[in-house]
């Protein structure tokens, strides 16, 4: 596991080219304390408060069990952070990766519940063209921004380094579960791990990369906020914020896809999970 910290706010061309080899070899890279803890701490406050909510709805956002939850992060001010929607260091690394004109077109998030469930493995994507020999240059990253410490004990993500190269995971195949024989020989290969990455870090990961939520065994969740970047040809999808939010948006190097809204977005009744438990 490749976990980079910056000798600045304007990490260097060195520090850029290893956080890029990181993401194309192993599919993942950590930046270690790019967020303000001040405004972790003001985000954990308000998703932990929402998260009540959620857990109210009759039709709670799970993500395949009930130790998984979809969230989203409020979408207006005062919850909205430069460093956390427009992060320099970040969006330098992922332009290492996808090159000029990026996108984002997503904002949400989830949450690990105390719980001893886990999902299954699966790639949020798999490769843009079935029948590949080799997988392609990334096209989409994840940007994951933890609002706690995070480890085996609380829900890590478990990922497995370097399957974001395998060709045989195809969207065209319309099911993102990684079949149990390919796990067991991928296994052998590179096995899985869960890193511990601390509150005001960040991970990025190719899209492609397998990994599963896991067990939360302490007795607090783990939320986590999530972007998705993307190379400037892709259809991203547009994300409601509220009118004002234009100035937390703005950077030269990424593009976020919004619809601004004159009311305040409602982030608690418009999130939805996946292949969510018949009885929620």
Same mark, same amino acid.
């Given at each position: 596991? =490749? ?20 993401? #194309? ?9 790019? =967020? ?5 701490? !003001? ?23 009930? &130790? ?5 992060? @409020? ?9 956390? %929607? ?10 290492? =990766? ?6 984002? *077109? ?48 609380? *829900? ?6 370097? +399957?974001? %190269?395998? $060709? ?23 096995? $899985? ?19 599963? &939520?896991?067990?939360?065994? +302490?007795?607090?969740?783990? @939320? ?22 234009? #100035?937390?948006?703005? !950077? ?6 919004? #619809? ?11 999130? !939805?999970?996946?292949?969510? @438990?018949?009885?929620?």
């Amino acid at each position: 596991m =490749v976990s980079i910290k910056f000798a600045s706010n304007q990490p260097s061309a060195t520090e850029i080219a290893l956080a890029k080899r990181a993401i #194309e070899e192993d599919g993942f890279v950590v930046l270690e304390d790019v =967020v303000d803890l001040g405004h972790i701490s !003001h985000l954990r406050e308000r998703t932990l408060e929402d998260l009540e909510k959620l857990l109210a709805r009759t039709d709670a956002p799970f993500n395949w069990t009930k &130790g998984n939850i979809q969230q989203d992060p @409020p979408r207006f001010a005062p919850y909205l952070y430069r460093d956390v %929607l427009v992060n320099d260091a970040v969006i330098a690394v992922s332009k290492s =990766v996808l090159g000029a004109g990026m996108r984002n *077109g997503f904002y949400s998030g989830n949450t690990a519940l105390p719980s001893e469930s886990r999902q299954p493995v699966h790639a949020d994507m798999g490769q843009l063209w079935p029948n590949l020999r080799v997988g392609t240059p990334p096209a989409l990253l994840v940007v994951n921004v933890p609002l706690v410490d995070m480890g085996p004990e609380n *829900g890590s993500t478990e990922i497995w380094p370097g +399957t974001h %190269l395998d $060709p045989e995971i195809a969207i065209q195949n319309g099911d993102i579960e990684v079949p149990d024989a390919r796990l067991d020989e991928q296994r052998k290969i590179c096995p $899985p791990l869960q890193p511990r990455v601390s509150a005001g870090s960040v991970v990025i990961r190719d899209i492609r990369l397998w990994h599963a &939520g896991m067990p939360n065994r +302490t007795t607090e969740p783990r @939320p986590m906020i999530a972007m998705i970047h993307s190379v400037n040809w892709w259809p991203a999808g547009k994300v409601q914020f509220s009118k004002g939010s234009e #100035e937390f948006l703005s !950077h030269p190097d990424l593009e976020w896809a919004v #619809e601004y809204m004159d009311q305040e977005i409602d982030h608690i009744a418009g999130v !939805h999970g996946y292949k969510a @438990p018949a009885e929620v």
